[in-house]
Structures are given as structure tokens and as C-alpha cells.
């Protein structure tokens, strides 16, 4: 294989493996915020013992998403030199922006957060989660905002000619403010919060299925569900939107999305299908004119095909038509399982009905699949561009690397993060199946509750 | 020299990577340290000395490498690139390292402990003399063809000035970390690292002298500046006096002092540095027409103007809040449940 294969496969192997991490700090960091938040106002110790559950979840996340992010920063030097050359003057900055303004936030907050417990007052604590929580944000923030730039690139112009070309700043704000990174954040914060609640959702459900730490999961749940079926009904409306934005910066995007070769008017979306890349033809159930008007708001627009574009210039039809109705059809699946969730919630009876919590349980890998889907949906489509428009993908690769130092690089990223992942997997199924510690409904310290009150909730604990 | 934009951000990566030397230096150096423990309680003692502040400590890389890529993209471009191999095995050695931390307290087995022991150790050890090769390469020079591309090979990094600068730095890590487990702890733990942060000490100034010396007979151009200008001999003498009041402090037990003149020890041997790479980002060698400098490597001046701002609002707030959860960890590491 030549230097550009491998390297992409590293980097898309790379990126994916680092993705499974940050949305669960960010999600978690918001349910982590709301039961302090509760534990603050009702003072109830239940909330107490919850937090420093999902702290726990939250520190082994944390770390080996710094552990993986690192290799992100190194990667664009080691591997796509050329790349960085020609954006560092734009890229670089918003990526410094985000070590400075999220990253010393995120981790130095995270100390007290983690090993301030009996170190600090409650609220003093609450303020480090906040602060943990909007660094986390904070990062989302500022890669997007790079990332997007990629996508839809302004407030720049190209200055050189040749191997030495490359983009500048002429306007900060308008880089910030591409056209698609305010859609584009909100889809991917949506997909973070869904990550972090569909986790606690499917650990509570866990527990209540096998009728351990009820009360602790009852309550987990109730978050959980809430936080779940608003940031699904969120991501609805924030797809719409990223669509539409995509639709009109990003065409070549779209109809490689939907499949659609020839630009027509009355477009039907296909709901169920495959792409059968030969004859240019989706095969599968489709929905008249729903297309045009999911992309324009009008069921008569005309919607660009790939017909448009010179064949150079088409991203992969197949993939990106599978990642992206994979995404589309598990996020309107997750809508279904936090709307059903919530309503036998609401009715009381959800701890009867275990084929639901079953789901629940699983409902975790949605989340998951869905947000690497919609990355790799997002940078395959973008193809055969490294930034939209402006540098081909190949013209990115460093100069001097080479092919069999690529291989063994690929080789022991393949193996380190496969052991990564594994040991992921075999330490958070440890916490879940050690569960809460009964310690945590006395809260110590300068954590501990005025006398009166503790001392009911002592009871009433055990 | 003149204060322009570029010579500024020269400066601030410059203090961006000390700031990572002083703060994860101790981290790498408790880790290199970590080998010569034997029992379970003092391992777990020593991990959490380190415990809330190493993921901070380590962002001091991420940014400085984030600062490197914004400002002089160029030179980010060609020595990451051209230091391809080198920086995927730190990238390994750093990802072990963080996650034996995470990992080892999850279980109580003995392999289980030990494996993840033996991680955090190589793991650090490696991190440092890879950074301490780096370093030694720049300083000394590397290949730069007329395209502005490295024109070396990995093994062609590997050579005695950097490898010598590579065991000076696990020195001069083992002993910061030594000085600040003194900090951290107490008891036998404590006893017994006092004699290695003497022997650390030790360590370091032999390794200090040799690296001071080579350094004027084969890398002549990292002593130029100094020449031309005595005035500036003025750091040289107060390295030397930080690296001479370390022994001095430590002796008396004033172990808060003892930290201090390591942090300045890091500090000046870094402004030496700087000062006499100015304005060379990279240094070419042995074409130094093709070195890239703060100029030819740079970001457009919007950009680094843009960055200092975003620099000046961001940097005074790390600061402090950074200062904050120093002092609320202050004092001796006590073990507890939710500890490592």
C-alpha cells in the first residue's frame, strides 16, 4: 500500500479510536454538573454517591482521551506536513485556542474535581465540575471551528504560489464563524450529550434489571432519560440544520449522502437501500420529492447531483451513503427509545416492562456508532479534499515519510489501542458491576452535611 | 534582537515548553523513580503525589506543540515530520504512561499492578530522553534540504550530542521528581528518597558538566550569542549558581527551596538555549542557509497577533487557577479510596 492509503487508514483509525472518548467527557460532564446541581439544592446524599460514581466513569474516559488526543495534535505534523504548512496560519490558531482555553481548564479543574472532595467546600466542588464541564465544551468548541474551516473554508485568502502556497487570516471572526461551524458544533455537542446520557441511562437500567442499587438507579435513570430524549429531540432538529448548511456549501456532500447522480427537481430521499455504484442508481424505498424539501424547504427545488461535478472532484458514493443512513437511522431510532423510556417513566411501570430496559441497556452503542458514523460520514464526504475546495488530500502527505515507516507506525497503533480499547471496556464493566460505594450516602469531611440533617440521611440511607 | 511579533512567540513557545519541563519534568522524574520502590504502598504513594496534577502538567505539551503549529507552522511541519518515528514512540511512551496511572489502582493482582508499574516506568524514562534527544538535535542542528524538508534519517537523530542531552534530561527529571517527592512525603517513603535525590543529584551534575562542556567544543554556534555579547554570560553564571544552590538546600532540608532552584535551573538552562538559537527555529546543519528561522517558518503577523491576544487572555487565567489547585494539593499525599 503507498504512503497516502496508510496514512489515511492511520489517521481514520486514530481519530475514530480518540472519538469514542471526548463526547463521553462532554456528556457526562453535563450529567455530572445537573446531579451536583441536585445534590446542592436537596442535599439529598443519594446525588452524592451518584456524582462520585460518574466521576470515576468520567476519570477513565478523561484520560485515555487525553492519552489518544495527543496523538491527534502530533499526527498533522508527522503525517500531513504539507497540510500543516498550508493551514497552520488558520488551523493552528484554533487549535492553540484550545489548549489555552480548554484543555488547562478541563484537566486542572478535573484535580479538585476528582481528588478535591474532602479538600474543598461543596461548593467550591461544584464550581471545579462546571469548570471541567464548560472545558470540555470548551474543546468541542475549538476543533470543531478547525475542523469546519475544512469544510467550509473563510476569512482567509491564499497567499504564494505552488508548494509554498498557503492560507492566511484576513479575518478571525469570519474563520470562527464559517458558515458550517455553528450547525456543525450543535450537531456534535447534541451527539456528545447523547453519549454521555444513553451511558447512564444504560447502567441504571443495568441496575434495575438486576435489582441492585435501586434507588441510586432509579434516580441516575430519571436524568439519564431527560437528558436523552432533549438532546435526541435536539440532534433531530440540529441534522435538519447541518443538512441544509450542507446542501448549500457543501453539494458534492449531499448527493453523495443521498446517492443522487442527476440534479432534479422533486427529489425523494431514500429511507431503506443501497447505492449500486455501477449503473449510478439507489436502490431501496424512497420518499417522493422529500429530498428537495428537506433541503430547501419546498418540495419542487432542484437538488444538485453528482452529475455537477467532474468525476475528480466526487467523494465516495457508496460509504458515505451507508455512514450517513446508518447516522440518520439510529438517531431517529434513539428518539423513539428515550420518547418510549420517558413515557413509561412518567407512567410509573417502566421497571415492569423488561424488554424495555433491555433496550435501554443497549441503547449505549447508538450513541456510540452513530457519532463515529456522522465523522466518517463528514470526511469522507468532504473527499477527494483534504480542505474543501482548496487542497486536495494527497497534496497534504508529508514530503519525507515514508511508506514502511507509515506501516510500522499503523501497525503498533493497531495493536496499542485494540489492547486500549479492550482493557476500556474490561475496567468500566468493573465499576458498573462494583456499582456505587455505600460510603458515598455519608458524605466526610468538609463535604459532610450540618449535623441535624446528616444524621437523617444516615438513617434513611441504611 | 528587536521585539517583533515573531521574536514574542519565539519567547512564549519558548515558555510554553520550560513550563512543561518544570511541571511534567517532576512527573517523569517520580515515574523514572518508580523502579527503584518495592512495596505496594509506596508505589501507590508515589503515583498519587503525582495523582491530580500530571493530566494539567501534560497539557503544557499539548499547547506548546498547539502554539508550534499556529506560529511557526512551518517548523512544526518539517520536524514533526522529519522526527516521524522519534515522536510515535514519545506518543507511545506518554499514552502508557498516562494510562498505567489510570489503570494500575483499578486491580489488585500482582502482575496486574506490576505490568502497569513497569509501563509508568519505561514510560517516563523514555518520554524524557526522547524529549532530551529532541532538544539535542535541534540544538545541534539537523539536516534541512533546500526545500525546506528534513533530510536525515531516524537513525541519523540517534548520534552522541543528542543522546548525551537525552541521559542529561532523565537526570535532570529524576532529580526534580525526587526533590518534589520529598515534598509529598513522609516516613520510610521519605528516607529512602533522599538518598536517591542525592544520588539524582549527583547524577545530574555530572551529566550537566560533560553536556556543558561538549556542548563548547562540538556545537560551537550554541555558545555564539553569549560571546558576542558578555553581558549575557550573567545567565550562565545563574544557572550555574541554581544548579549549586540545589545540593546546598537540599542539605539543610529546606526541600521547597531545593524545588525552586531546580525550576530555575530549567529556566536558565532554557533561556541559554533559546538565546543562542535565536532566531533560529531549526538550524540547519550542515547547510545552515536552509535553517529555518523565526521569520522564514512563521505565521502571517495577523495571526500571531490574533494568537497573542487569545495568549494574553488565556495564559494569566491558567496561571492563577493553576496556582489555585497547587495549593489546595499542597502538603503530604495521604492514600485514601477514591486515590490511584
New interface residues.
Partial sequence: MDVLTLSRIQFGLTIGFHYIYPPLSIGLGVMLVIMEACWLKTNNAVYHQMA?FWT?VF??T???G??????M??E????W??Y??F???????A???????A???E??????L????D??SRKVHFFSTC?VCLGAHFSAVWITVANSWMQTPAGYHL?GAG?HQ?A???D?WAMVFSPSSGDRLFHTLCGAWQAGAFLVVSVSAYYLLTKKHQEFARRSLRIGLSVALIASLLQGVSGHLSGQEVARYQPAKLAAFEGLYTTESNAPLTLFGYVDEQDHKVIGVEAPDLLSFLAHDDFHSTVTGLDAFPPEDRPPVEASFLFFHGMVGIGCLLILIAAAGTWFAWRKVLHQKRWMLWILVFSVLGPEIANQLGWFAAEVGRQPWIVYGLMRTPAGL????KAN?VL??LV?FTL?YFL?LA?FIY?LN??IQHGP?D?DLVPAGKLALPGPLSHGHKKSAS | MNFDLNSIWFILVGVLFTGYAMLDGFDLGIGALHLFTRKDEERRVMLNSIGPVWDGNEVWLVTGGGALFAAFPNAYATVFSGFYLALILLLFALIFRGVAIEFRSKQPMYWWRQMWDIGFAAGSILSALLIGVAMGNIAYGIPIGPDGEFAGSFFSLLTPYPLLLGVTTVALFMMHGAIYGLMKTEGELHDKLRRWAMNAIIFFVVCAAITTMATLLYVPHMAERIKDHPWLFSIALANMLAIANIPREFYHGRDWYAFLSSCATMLTLMALFGINQYPYMVYSQPNPENSLTIYNAASSHKTLGVMLVIAGIGVPAVLAYTTCIYWIFRGKVKVDRMSY
Fill in positions: 462520585k470515576n476519570a477513565l478523561f484520560a485515555l487525553v492519552a489518544t488526543g495527543i496523538v495534535e502530533f498533522f505534523g508527522t503525517n506536513a504539507t500543516s504548512r493551514v497552520g496560519d488558520v488551523f493552528g490558531s487549535l492553540a485556542a484550545e489548549g489555552i482555553f484543555f488547562f481548564l484537566s486542572g479543574f478535573l484535580a479538585i476528582l481528588f478535591g472532595w479538600k474543598v469548570m497567499v508548494m498557503r492566511e487570516i484576513t478571525f508529508s514530503a519525507v515519510v515507516t510500522t507506525s503498533l496499542i486500549l482493557l475496567l468493573h465499576k460505594h460510603d
